[in-house]
């Protein structure tokens, strides 16, 4: 007996809705995991920044720790997460982003309390190019940035690359345009940050 036209058209319509559930039961079930791996890597990130050295990587440990020393506030409409050692506060760390060659770079960056140093920077999502601008997301780039002094800086050029005046840390090789892009905001960044929030601490 011939099938009739409309079978196809069902059969299909049956088997979309089969896998349509299947899939919104599985993005239902792990939407927590998928959000706590999220807050894990964000804690993670903030440890980084405030060099806080948490006893180990577990999930666990790190939630345990970032709740010891760090805290979330809205201060003026944007987050900023303070750090805290024996109940003195030791920083604040707050969103750093801009343009690279290839796209957006989104990151944290913590800067002490009374605003004269640098903390550390980290790098929470960017599309730069691997082994080339991708580079930024490295360990020996990253701890550059630690300790850098804040003070006595012309124009909100924290950070200058050698071999120019004043240079402070090394570009990247072969990454021109993403140093210089990263530069860019971070300076732009602090100085906002430090011009809208010095006074008020």
Do not use: C
């Not at 299947?22 to 239902?28: S, W």
């Not at 303070?82 to 913590?110: H, M, Q, R």
């Not at 050698?162 to 140093?179: F, H």
């Amino acid at each position: 007996m011939k099938k009739s036209f409309s079978f196809p058209i069902v059969f299909m319509i049956i088997i979309t809705a089969f896998f349509t559930a299947i899939l919104a039961f599985l993005n239902y079930s792990t939407a927590d995991v998928i959000t706590y791996n999220q807050e894990t890597e964000l804690r993670k990130t903030l440890l980084y920044v405030f060099n806080i050295e948490p006893p180990s990587h577990e999930p666990k440990i790190l939630e345990e720790t970032f709740n010891k020393y760090i805290s979330k506030e809205n201060l003026g409409g944007q987050i900023v997460y303070t750090a805290k050692k024996d109940n003195e506060i030791i920083g604040y760390a707050f969103p750093i982003n801009g343009s690279g060659l290839w796209g957006s770079v989104e990151g944290f960056a913590a800067i002490s309390k009374d605003f004269s140093e640098l903390l550390g920077i980290d790098f929470v999502s960017h599309s730069e190019t691997p082994g080339l601008g991708g580079r930024i997301s490295e360990d020996w780039f990253k701890k550059q940035f630690r300790g850098l002094k804040l003070t006595d800086v012309n124009d909100g050029n924290y950070i200058v690359y050698k071999p120019a005046a004043g240079g402070n840390v090394d570009a990247i090789a072969g990454a021109t345009l993403t140093s210089k892009s990263v530069s860019k905001f971070i300076n732009e960044d602090i100085d906002e940050f430090i011009k809208e929030n010095k006074g008020g601490k």
